[in-house]
């Protein structure tokens, strides 16, 4: 930003409508982002500006190569027909990585959330120490650039991965799935990826709820909680259309809420957790498996389920009684109006349902229990993957003028 004292009078004036106006070019290239194709007249009225200064704004965005213009249309009865505009999707790209429990993965994910190219492996055994994911997630991000289109721009890198991750640097303090502890991935993938190019990192499930908000079953929504299940517990929680952080960011650690006192052992190194009721080791406990027998198993105690296993449909109604228990807690605190159950929560819902249910009524102050509403999620496997893409855009629409004069697109009425 400008650092020059400010003086009053004209140039004063001249630099807080270049702000205004670069502010006004954002808010459309997200809104075209979030909400699909829109006519110029729908402009007008979404954001009170005038027909001139949309068409200059939108032009400018389709000078920058982030959107494009279809024919006019006429919509609805008033007036001249209105152009559509949308945003063009290889204008702007991120390469999304995932680090899941069992799987890395890489998507070519460009603007409007359109996945261009996606690729997925299994993490082989003993191969999860940060050098080899670093180098496996490389080769992963060089198979979908090649895929993308030749005109598409790539604008940077978002990581989602399975631990605690600094948003700022990619360190990870824990990733107990990975083995790891105080490791420095964000250093490590900058040495394998496009030096000159931003990396975002968020943990997974953080991801995954950035993903259901903008694009799945939360969209809209201002009152949420989230909860993820996958070897552990996690979840976000969105109150008045803001993610709750915590003073320190540590925020949103739900599977660590105490709920039985005389519980097994958590992981986290208290005692009778909720992830220690709900996760996917208390299911293959109640189905006879070793806790540890990972996703495999999970998804054969969710197949047996679906074909009517009774000591299956137990496990899970179990899993949803636990679930009820935590959550009216949860909603009786936040007055929430959604519940969103994602991972393999998310594929167990018609399972734990009626437990769940049950247990809200119970417990849920009646007030708060007859508004909230529990969905699974709806993007599937995809959202740390479309979450991640969302981080690593952000640059871009924030400020989409600012990230074209860096870009050095050519746009004449940017850098008169
Ligand atoms: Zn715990």
Known sequence: ??????????????????????????????????????????????????????????????????????????????????????????????????????????????????????????LAPGRSSVDDIAETLAGLA????????????????????????????????????????????????????????????????????????????ARGATDVICIWGSVGVGGGIIVEGKPLTGAAGYSGEVGHIPVDPDGLPCRCGSSGCWETVVGSAALLRRTGHPPEAGYDAVDAVLRDAQAGSPVALAAFAETGRWLGIGLAGLINVLDSRLVILGGRLGAAYPFVRATLEAELDRRAMRAARHLVRVVPAALGSDAPLLGAAELGLEPVLADPAAWLRASGASLHSLTA
Request: hydrophobic share 45%.
């Open 1 to 122: 930003m400008n650092t020059k004292p400010m003086t009053l009078g004209r140039d004063d004036l001249g630099h807080r409508s270049e702000t205004v106006r670069r502010m006004n070019l954002g808010a459309i290239l997200r809104a075209l982002h979030l909400d699909g194709p829109r006519s110029r007249s729908d402009l007008v009225a979404a954001t009170g500006l005038t027909r001139s200064a949309i068409r200059t704004l939108t032009g400018e965005l389709v000078a920058g190569g982030l959107a494009v213009e279809g024919p006019a249309t006429l919509d609805g009865t008033r007036g001249r027909p209105s152009p559509i505009v949308r945003v063009d999707p290889h204008g702007a790209v991120v390469i999304a990585l995932e680090i899941a429990v069992d799987t890395l993965a890489a998507a070519a994910v460009g603007l409007g959330g359109a996945v261009l190219a996606r690729v997925r492996v299994d």
């Open 142 to 217: 060089a198979q979908v650039q090649e895929a993308m289109p030749a005109d598409a721009t790539l604008v940077g890198y978002g990581v989602a991965v399975v631990g605690v991750v600094r948003r700022s640097d990619g360190m990870v303090s824990m990733a107990p799935n990975l083995g790891w502890r105080d490791e420095s991935l964000g250093a490590r993938l900058a040495e394998v990826l496009d030096p000159s190019l931003p990396i975002a990192f968020a943990n997974d499930a953080d991801s995954s709820v950035l993903a259901e908000l903008r694009r799945g079953a």
